[in-house]
């Protein structure tokens, strides 16, 4: 994989590594926190704290710890008809 070993990816490189499309990307920093600085008008991230974003999501269900974070979004069992 391009991604494993790199410190530093960009955001076509998180979203190939978490499998979302960069558009998701940019959505999950915005909304849910993923950890992302700013150069010259681009993203990028800290592999490190991408891995440490994704585990603390795995670890309380998609939730931030302190009550504060946005809420995970659930898709809804009912149908449209």
Known sequence: MPHEGKEIMDA???AAYLGYTPRTIYKLIKEEGLPAIRIRGHFRFKKAHVDQW????LDTGGRQGSGTG???VT???R???
Request: overall charge positive; proline content about 6%; cysteine-free.
């Open 79 to 81: 149908r449209r008809s």
């Open 75 to 77: 898709r809804s069992s």
């Open 70 to 72: 946005t809420p995970s």
């Open 54 to 57: 994704l585990e603390e999501r």
């Open 12 to 14: 076509r490189e998180v």
